[in-house]
């Protein structure tokens, strides 16, 4: 079999880059190691960026998303037992962020593209990516029991952190840098309506807490806890207390409900460059990670692959490949500053396991610093919604664009 576009993993990234090539007449194959059923059902980000929201509607995915995506226009940040509100649209000059979950983006343009009759495979296995530096790589799976042999112009390696793509780049091509954090998430989705109008970052010294939602009746809310602890030691009855005793402060408690998922995540930061080798280019997690306290992991695999979408567009109309040789300088300077905020973020709202009581009068004081200044204020803001041009395709020599 030939495709144009060879895409592994059917992540928001595969999904949306397979959405955008559509659009320009590109031809892809989307193949996922996973079921429909349990990609349409990992529960993880919430937050996006107002160019997320322009890409999958631009890409002809944001119907549902415009009618039941919450815009929200602040975000709170709870210290020293008082809530204060950060007013990202006032000090962005009207940006926003809107709620709407991954797995509803994940759903919508899996329904596109199978309605549309375009090949996205579930549940292939041992794919591999070979001859990466010719100029027709290939990748191999198993489907339904039977090899296959997929031949493309370019591959797109989408399938996350722990996918086959990068591992498959020879050794000594890529540098890599990454940090890993003592701290886990334990995160829930329960059938209660949110009593916070907007997310709110809660420092306190038992440890971080984060109030989100995903619609009015269901709220999505995080404890910090130990990356290697085990989630049956955290009964619902444990998790509300410690939420409550977290994040509830007088005039502002939590709803109860059912727990309808719960997990835990550990937390690292992690850079490959270049995200790309020969014809294999690496979109998302594959290529990056960050932790998720500053909403930025889905966000950049939209970023990437509405790049790459642009420069595979570009070599389609004119044969020319300075766009793909653009692709990966201009994803990571988008990369970097969000590797640096989501870091920032971090390390200003977790309690260390070994804190002494100096590194929680600074962390308080950065809190407080960033609410009573509108510089800081700003600065956080800015990057909260994604700041905009920070990733734009520019050829050496070229006119920057405007
Ligand atoms: P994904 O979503 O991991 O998709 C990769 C896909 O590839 C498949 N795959 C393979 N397929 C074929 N062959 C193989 N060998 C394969 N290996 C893997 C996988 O099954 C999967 O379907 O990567 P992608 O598309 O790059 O998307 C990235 C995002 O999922 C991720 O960055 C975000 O979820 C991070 N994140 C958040 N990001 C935000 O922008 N805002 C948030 O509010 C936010 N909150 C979060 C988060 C991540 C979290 N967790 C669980 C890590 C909250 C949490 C708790
Ligand atoms: C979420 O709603 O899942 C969410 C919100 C904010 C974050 C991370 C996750 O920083």
Known sequence: MRTQVGIVGAGPAGLTLAQLLRAEGIESVVLEARSREHV????????LEQGTV??????????????????HHGIRLQFGGERHRVPLSELTGGAAIVIYGQTEIVKDLIAIRLAAGEPLLFEVEDVAVHDLESDLPRITY?????????????????DGFHGACRAAIPAGVLTEFSREYPYGWLGILAHAAPAHDEVVYCHTDRGFALLSLRSPEVSRLYLQCRPDEDVAGWPDERIWEELEARAGIPGHSLNRGPIAEKSITGMRSYV???????????????AHI???????????AISDVTLLAEAIAGRHRSGGTALLDAYSDACLRRV????????WMTSMLHRPPDADPFDLRLQQSQLRYVVQSEAMARSLAENYVGLAGAAALT???????A
């Open 290 to 300: 960050v932790p998720p306290t500053g909403a930025k992991g889905l966000n950049l």
């Open 336 to 343: 970097w500053r969000a590797e640096h905020f989501s870091w």
């Open 142 to 158: 198993l489907h339904d029991g039977r090899a296959h042999e997929l031949e493309c112009d370019l591959i797109a390696g989408c």
């Open 272 to 286: 490959a460059e270049p995200m790309r080798h020969g014809r294999l280019f690496l979109a998302g997690d594959s």
């Open 40 to 47: 349409e059902h990992r529960i993880r980000a919430g937050v």
């Open 395 to 401: 050829v050496p020599g070229a006119p920057a664009p």
């Open 54 to 71: 322009d890409t999958l509607v631009g890409a002809g995915a944001g119907e549902r998303l415009r009618r039941e995506g919450i815009v």
